[in-house]
Each structure stands twice: as C-alpha cells, then as structure tokens.
T-cell receptor, first 112, second 116 residues
Framework: SQKIEQNSEALNIQEGKTATLTCNYTNYSPAYLQWYRQDPGRGPVFLLLIRENEKEKRKERLKVTFDTTLKQSLFHITASQPADSATYLC???????????FGSGTRLQVQP | EAQVTQNPRYLITVTGKKLTVTCSQNMNHEYMSWYRQDPGLGLRQIYYSMNVEVTDKGDVPEGYKVSRKEKRNFPLILESPSPNQTSLYFCASSLSVGQGASYEQYFGPGTRLTVT
C-alpha cells in the first residue's frame, strides 16, 4: 500500500542554522508533493508544492527537493528562527484521484 | 476574508447519537475534503469532493457520510458515532482540479470531537 513517512523524532537546531526535514514514500509514484506547516491546535498551512518533473523549488527561506530515484523529498529552512518552530507535514497526491496522503509530521524546534 | 469555517469547534457526545460537523468555504473552491488527525497517525483523509454532487472515499471513510449539495458547503455526518471516532477533524478546500492545478489546500480551524 502507499506509504509516506517522516521522521517522527523532533528536530532541534540552533537559530540561524539550516533545518532539513525528510519525507520518504514507498510503493507508488506521486505526481506531486506538498509541504505544510502546523502549529499546535491549528489547521495546517500550505507552504510549497513540487511536481514529479521538478527537482527543486524555492520560496524565500524555504527550499524543497524531489528525488524520484530515492523516492524522497527534502525540505530546508535556511537561517532558521524560533518562529519557525512548528510541525511540518509532507503530503503526496496524484492528478487523477486527488486523494492526499499525509505523513505524520516532524516537529521542528529552533532554539534562540 | 478568505477562509474555511467549521462548526462546532468542540463537541462532546455519546455513542450512537447522530451528529453533523459543518464546513463552509467562501473562496468558490471546487475541491473540498475532510481529514481526521490522531497522535502518531497524522492526517488521514476521510472523504473528498471534486465538485457539487461529486464525492469519493478517502483512506478512512467507514462510519462517516458526506454530501455536497452546494459548492460552498461540505458537511461531515456521523450517523452513529463510536468512541474510536474521537479525534481532531479538519475540513479543507482547494481551488483547482486537473493538470496544472495548484492543489494548495486551505484548512479550517479544526473540530475536536469526543465520543463517550
């Protein structure tokens, strides 16, 4: 069955460093991957989408990559700030069925 | 303000008592979806709708019903709630479908449901 996995352990980094979060998928080939940010008690907020034919996407301090050979997406936050502390969710989808599959999320804690 | 609203935000009910969680969006989005979020399991899709009168099952549809009679509304119905449906529920909407679509989903604030 389709599976999308994120590191369930929290990631702790120092302010100013680059945070790198990983998303791995197995048993399928998604047409696109999305990354969302979720704060406690709130709904997820969309950050970036990358399609299967794209290697890299950037938005301000955010960068996401999509490696179809490794079946992996990496999400980077450069010059991280304490305000970046949140849970980050990876989601995969296809253009046909439109059902989204989410990973369980990785909690990022940026220490001042 | 563009938003997805859900009601109620919090609900405590008893096993077997039918309930409806409403979801409404004011962005004229075609696509709407319901998710439940449980610790360690992440967000799981319950049902989704590509447009009015078009709905389809997600990964965990058992025990739930939906309807899409109007573009802006997508209620989630629990005909006979059970304790294993205790969860945090999110409604989401998206503008476009098909090739070239943005697929960006806008989420509501969530409904915390407890079934005793």
């Amino acid at each position: 069955s389709q599976k999308i996995e994120q590191n369930s352990e929290a990631l702790n980094i120092q302010e100013g460093k680059t945070a790198t979060l990983t998303c791995n998928y197995t048993n399928y080939s998604p047409a696109y991957l999305q990354w969302y940010r979720q704060d406690p008690g709130r709904g997820p907020v969309f950050l970036l989408l990358i399609r299967e034919n794209e290697k890299e996407k950037r938005k301000e301090r955010l960068k996401v990559t999509f490696d179809t050979t490794l079946k992996q997406s990496l999400f980077h936050i450069t010059a991280s700030q304490p305000a970046d502390s949140a849970t980050y969710l990876c989601a995969s989808g296809d253009t046909g069925r439109r059902a989204l599959t989410f990973g369980s999320g990785t909690r990022l804690q940026v220490q001042p | 303000e563009a938003q997805v609203t859900q009601n109620p935000r919090y609900l405590i009910t008893v096993t077997g008592k039918k309930l409806t969680v409403t979801c409404s969006q004011n962005m004229n989005h075609e696509y709407m979806s319901w998710y439940r979020q449980d610790p360690g399991l992440g967000l799981r899709q319950i049902y989704y709708s590509m447009n009015v009168e078009v709905t389809d099952k997600g990964d965990v549809p058992e025990g739930y019903k939906v309807s899409r009679k109007e573009k802006r509304n997508f209620p989630l119905i629990l005909e006979s709630p059970s304790p294993n449906q205790t969860s945090l529920y999110f409604c989401a909407s998206s503008l476009s479908v098909g090739q070239g679509a943005s697929y960006e989903q806008y989420f509501g604030p969530g409904t915390r449901l407890t079934v005793t």
